[in-house]
């Protein structure tokens, strides 16, 4: 890690509610290109939270404190900008749509990343290609391409599935909302070795997740603790296993 | 000069983009058939009685020759106008029919369309009507219609433009084994008010039919659904269902839904069903996480909502036909024809 690493992320002293509920209460957050860093935290504690706003969740409000991504405000664009600008939302809970397939919704996608980027639509078989080749990536049957976007789809399968799409969109700073929740083992991996294979030194990752166990295949550069809307500690991965072993308790009450 | 001519260069100026090949084009203009009455090949083609209508007698299989019933109000005519169709499948007979029905200057237009139709035994008609008007029309279609055993009618509703929409159909099934199938799909927006009116009458056991209408409604739209599915007391082993979806995109949009069941025999296998719903914010949100604007997000949705009403259709050109018109209508592209009431169709 050089002192040349451009800025991707960065979120200062940032507030956020939801009605009259404070949520997050003074986030400071720097990502870098080239990292990839962990939140970890208990139920409750806002990683949900951090993860919708960066990407533009109308339900919350921002009352204090400011998130630049690439240089840019982030606060100041709506969803879609975002995403065309190079960041990327893991659901944790990925949105079935009945009647929109996989092709077309990707098809509209990219297509609207190339529009941005003043390129032409990708033809059919350019299309199609650049398809399979992710899939491979994730290991993922291509029949799913042609039902509904995550529609019967089992809980690991809607987590390839948003690998997927991210393998498609090449984003510069993918957030990835409890990613490994509710997947066995080899999914686990699939999905841990898609990013791995995905990561260069141009991009950033932000893995948000309740265990270690994820950690091991997708190693961090940093760790933080979110605690009560506030990171309340950060360091290396050996956070990760301080986690593991001894309980968020430990680490609330060491603060 | 007058701005248009329909008869007798019709097909020069009316551009019929439904995809041609082995389609038949029949006219209608103001209700009066614009080709000589003819009987060829086991169809026969004819006027009604009072000169008005269509009369179709069909006998063997034409199922891959589908025949294009295209009836346009013209400017001539601006009083109402009522016009009865009889059309007869003869046993064993299969058939695909495809009506549209236009109207070509912004007139307030009154057009009532009546078809009987009857199936003989085990006769297949694979019915679509496309309804694509103007703001101010009116405009109304009843059908009745006779299974006779083993009969089977899949019958498609497209009411995709027009001021006022009313439909009312009447299915009889008489004898074991008829099948009926109806799908209805309503779009509007602006003042338009649309109306459907279903009774499928399971009159003889062992028959079966599945009903499946849904309706997006925009701005201050107002729409109606009451379908009723009657089952007589001797109808044994009849089975009924009915579905009716509604997506509402603002608040001023308006949607009465009554389904209804009448049940008189005690084995038999029915549901209804009628939701009433507005765009999924989340799946809205979800798809502006990948890049893609609101706008083509909420049409995404409404797409993806009438996407299993279109895939019933079976021809597979007529199809993708009707996935680009319902496309351009829900992004609003109909309304900025100012010049034209065609809407490209």
Known sequence: MGKTQRDMLKINDLYVSIGDREILSGVTLEVKAGEIHAIMGPNGSGKSTLAAVLAGRETFTVTKGSAYFMGVDLLALPPEERARLGLFLGFQYPVEIPGLTSVNFMKAAVNEQRKYKHLPPLSAGEFLKLMREKMAVVEMDPAFVGRGVNVGFSGGEKKRNEIFQMAMLEPMLAILDETDSGLDVDALRVVANGVNKLKTKDNAFVVITHYQRLLDYIVPDIVHVLYKGRIIKSGSKELALEVENKGYDHIISGT | ?345
């Open chain 2, 1 to 345: 000069m007058k701005e248009y001519t329909y008869m007798p260069e019709v097909k020069r100026v009316f551009q019929c983009t439904v995809p041609g090949g082995n389609i038949r084009q029949v006219f209608l203009i103001d209700g009066i058939l614009q080709e000589k009455e003819s009987e060829q090949n086991g169809v026969s083609l004819t006027s009604g009685p009072d000169g008005k209508g269509l009369q179709l007698r069909i006998s063997g299989d034409h199922s891959e020759n589908p025949i294009q019933i295209i009836s346009v109000r013209s400017e001539d005519l601006p009083r109402p106008l009522e016009f009865y169709n009889t059309w007869e499948l003869e046993p064993g007979a299969k058939a695909q029919i495809v009506v549209c029905d236009h109207t070509l200057r912004e007139y307030l237009y009154q057009t009532v369309r009546f078809s009987n139709i009857t199936l003989g035994e085990g006769a297949v008609l694979d019915l679509l009507f496309m309804q694509n008007e103007h703001g101010r029309s009116r405009y109304r279609l009843e059908v009745d219609a006779q299974l006779k055993k083993e009969a089977r009618l899949d019958c498609h509703i497209l009411s995709l433009y027009g001021g006022t929409i009313q439909n009312k159909v009447t299915v009889h099934l008489q004898e074991s084994g008829a099948v009926c199938n109806l799908d209805g799909l309503y779009l509007a927006d602006g003042e338009q008010n649309v109306t459907y009116d279903i009774e499928v009458r399971h009159n003889s056991g062992e028959c079966n039919s599945n009903q499946l209408f849904k309706g997006i409604l925009d701005e201050q739209a107002k729409a109606r659904f009451d379908g009723i599915i009657y089952v007589a007391p001797h109808a044994q082993k009849t089975e009924a269902f009915q579905a009716n979806h509604n997506l509402l995109l603002t608040r001023d949009a308006k949607i009465t839904t009554l389904p209804q069941l009448e049940i008189y025999a005690d084995d038999v296998k029915c549901s209804h069903g009628a939701t009433i719903g507005s765009l999924d914010p989340l799946g809205l949100f979800y798809m502006r996480t990948r890049g893609i604007p609101l706008s083509e997000a909420k049409m995404l949705q409404q797409m993806a909502f009438v996407q299993d009403v279109l895939e019933h259709v079976r021809n597979g050109a007529i199809r993708s036909r009707l996935e680009k018109i319902v496309e351009s209508r829900l992004r609003g592209e109909f309304t900025k024809c100012t010049h034209c009431t065609m809407h490209c169709c």
